[in-house]
């Protein structure tokens, strides 16, 4: 029987990026409905490159040499995260996320990297633009409606508004994604490093 991993493709964030992200989410959950938003833990956020569903793990080598290749030619480069989002709009917010700046040319340029050579190798090419963004928090399915409208207010507090942290972006990683109960456990399978 082939064994089937759920894939994708990501930048992992070093500790002091996963902090201030913390201290940011203890901000703002101490200011939201208790019921209305799930968050995510600081140690499983990332930012997505490209999502690969499930593939059979015999590939994951394959898709390393893949990655490696849509690497060449792309420089080390670096990020900021700071400014509170939501999608899909502030009325009827599903997800909050951290916006990203810096050097956002060098990131999509990156990205679109990965998504030709993906899609060279018979992953179906994203329809939607790339949006980089860190998810910071969905929204409950059960809360009742004025406690997810209410999060809106969140998005307008200066702490929700102003830079949080900067780092260099020196790699990339193809990673596993196990969903449990208790919420996704994720592992790097393959770092990817940048020239």
């Given amino acids: 029987m082939i064994e089937v991993w759920r894939l994708f493709v990501a930048l992992e964030l070093p500790a002091d990026v996963q902090t201030a992200l913390g201290r940011l989410r ?27 569903g499930d593939v059979p793990s015999g590939e994951v080598s394959t898709l390393a040499e893949t990655l490696r290749r849509a690497a060449a030619g792309h420089s080390a480069f670096e990020l900021e995260a700071g400014g509170l989002g939501c999608f899909p709009n502030r009325h009827r917010p599903s997800v909050l996320w951290v916006g990203l700046g810096g050097a956002l040319a060098e990131l999509n ?6 998504e030709i050579a993906l899609a060279d190798s018979g992953f179906e090419a994203e329809e939607r633009g790339f949006s980089p963004h860190l ?7 059960t809360a009742p409606l004025r406690e997810i409208e209410a999060l809106a207010a969140l998005l307008d507090l200066p702490a929700a508004q102003k830079p949080l942290v900067r780092w260099r972006v020196g790699a990339f ?23």
Wanted: charged letters at 20%; zero cysteines.
């Fill in 173 to 195: 990683s193809l990673m596993r994604s196990e969903l449990r109960r208790e919420g996704a456990i994720y592992t790097a399978l393959h770092h990817i490093p940048l020239s």
């Fill in 135 to 141: 998810t910071l928090a969905r929204t409950s399915r």
């Fill in 26 to 52: 203890r901000t703002l959950e101490s200011k939201s409905p208790a019921r209305a938003v799930r968050w995510v833990q600081p140690s499983g956020i990332h930012l997505t490159l490209k999502f690969l």
């Fill in 109 to 114: 340029a990156l990205q679109s990297s990965v």
